[in-house]
């Protein structure tokens, strides 16, 4: 998922990766993945992170770029590196930690990852790792880390069964306004749209908090998230049910938007349904890709059509589109403005692009929606 935006656009909307002593410096590997949906892990990281200062990027099919330049269209100083040595030799970088950020279908290490891993560890870096393999079961990486004094932690690794609660109903005592942000596919840009509508309306005075749903946002230091993927299907439902409980039990906000998971449509995958089923959302708003024809993983099979999308959702539970926002892969401004044009007239909900729409019209998207909702902005 390359995607390149105008700068003027991008500038203003970019969740930058804000330098801070507080942060955790790190490297992301991500050799041969950077841009494309194998690498969404480093893509966001790029973009976002309350965690991690990230120093470069490992990835020599695209060394010598500024990753940036290549994902956005403006430096941000996040150079694309070769090797791990060549990542270590940087004069401003001093990384503590090696981010694993692909995120193959496989979900499985290859063995030129494992090299990569091991060299991490003889050189004293600590591991983050978000795939269904996990290295704090590998006996060698277990080895090499105990030798080298180094951790090793597995993002998806789930806690033990006796640990997870099944859904209770619970959830109906969450007086905040649940909002799903949905897709037609996965990697189409449902976080990163979450994160900013968390933002947007935050600035217009609404107390808003975001729970992430996958290993990508629970890396960028999201405080509230359950790896739905790495959970039994008995107790998905219930975990997301008892992490929102927990927020309006901690925050008491007045939305909690929930990040979805690839496309309720999406044969690969069923942690739509949990999503949908734990949160049990007054609205969703939709992300969609509208030049995307085919399932960004299996290029053979046809990606879900938007109309399809929403009448599986709205058929699923008992809730409401209330928006959708566009994912402008491959289209050109006067594309993107007419598509929202026809959208707006075909499902009689307002349709925005998160990442050149202003932050008041994002933010309408739940404030026009919900009579509860009033705008107080903070500036």
């Given at each position: 998922m390359n995607i390149k935006i105008p700068i003027q656009q991008t500038k203003k909307w970019t969740l930058s990766p804000d330098k801070s002593e507080n942060k955790v410096e790190a490297v992301i590997y991500c050799e041969g993945g950077l841009g494309n949906t194998e690498g969404k892990t480093a893509n966001g990281l790029i973009h976002h992170s309350k965690t991690y200062n990230i120093n470069s990027v490992i990835d020599?099919?695209?060394?010598?770029?500024?990753?940036?330049?290549?994902?956005?269209?403006?430096?941000?100083?996040?150079?694309?590196?070769?090797?791990?040595?060549?990542?270590?030799?940087?004069?401003?970088?001093?990384?503590?930690?090696?981010?694993?950020?692909?995120?193959?279908?496989?979900?499985?290490?290859?063995?030129?990852?494992?090299?990569?891993?091991?060299?991490?560890?003889?050189?004293?870096?600590?591991?983050?790792?978000?795939?269904?393999?996990?290295?704090?079961?590998?006996?060698?990486?277990?080895?090499?880390?105990?030798?080298?004094?180094?951790?090793?932690?597995?993002?998806?690794?789930?806690?033990?069964?006796?640990?997870?609660?099944?859904?209770?109903?619970?959830?109906?005592?969450?007086?905040?306004?649940?909002?799903?942000?949905?897709?037609?596919?996965?990697?189409?840009?449902?976080?990163?749209?979450?994160?900013?509508?968390?933002?947007?309306?935050?600035?217009?005075?609404?107390?808003?908090?975001?729970?992430?749903?996958?290993?990508?946002?629970?890396?960028?230091g999201t405080k509230y998230g359950v790896v739905m993927d790495s959970l039994p299907s008995q107790f998905a439902v219930g975990e997301l049910e008892g992490c929102i409980n927990q927020v309006f039990e901690d925050e008491f906000p007045e939305v909690i938007?929930?990040?979805?998971?690839?496309?309720?449509?999406?044969?690969?995958?069923?942690?739509?349904?949990?999503?949908?089923?734990?949160?049990?959302?007054?609205?969703?708003?939709?992300?969609?890709?509208?030049?995307?024809?085919?399932?960004?993983?299996?290029?053979?099979?046809?990606?879900?059509?938007?109309?399809d999308e929403i009448k599986m959702i709205e058929s699923f539970i008992d809730t409401q589109i209330i928006g959708i926002t566009i994912n402008h892969e491959g289209m050109t401004e006067s594309q993107i403005d007419s598509t929202i044009e026809v959208y707006e007239e075909i499902f009689d909900v307002p349709v925005c692009d998160p990442l050149r729409c202003s932050e008041d019209t994002l933010a309408n998207l739940a404030i026009d929606y919900f009579d509860e909702l009033e705008s107080r902005p903070l500036h």
């Open positions: 020599s099919t695209n060394s010598g770029i500024d990753s940036g330049e290549m994902l956005f269209g403006f430096r941000n100083e996040i150079p694309i590196v070769d090797t791990l040595s060549m990542a270590l030799s940087l004069k401003e970088s001093k990384p503590r930690v090696l981010i694993f950020g692909l995120a193959p279908t496989t979900g499985r290490l290859a063995e030129r990852d494992r090299l990569v891993i091991s060299e991490a560890i003889s050189k004293g870096l600590h591991i983050v790792c978000g795939l269904h393999e996990f290295i704090s079961d590998d006996p060698i990486f277990v080895e090499e880390a105990r030798r080298h004094n180094v951790t090793l932690r597995d993002v998806r690794k789930p806690k033990a069964s006796h640990c997870l609660r099944s859904f209770d109903g619970s959830i109906a005592h969450v007086r905040s306004k649940r909002i799903v942000v949905a897709g037609t596919d996965c990697a189409v840009g449902k976080r990163t749209t979450a994160i900013l509508l968390e933002r947007a309306l935050n600035s217009q005075g609404i107390k808003t908090v975001f729970v992430s749903t996958g290993q990508t946002g629970v890396m960028q938007l929930i990040e979805g998971q690839g496309a309720l449509g999406h044969p690969a995958f069923s942690t739509s349904a949990a999503i949908l089923r734990g949160s049990q959302p007054h609205g969703v708003i939709i992300q969609h890709a509208p030049n995307r024809y085919h399932l960004c993983d299996f290029p053979k099979l046809r990606a879900s059509l938007l109309v």
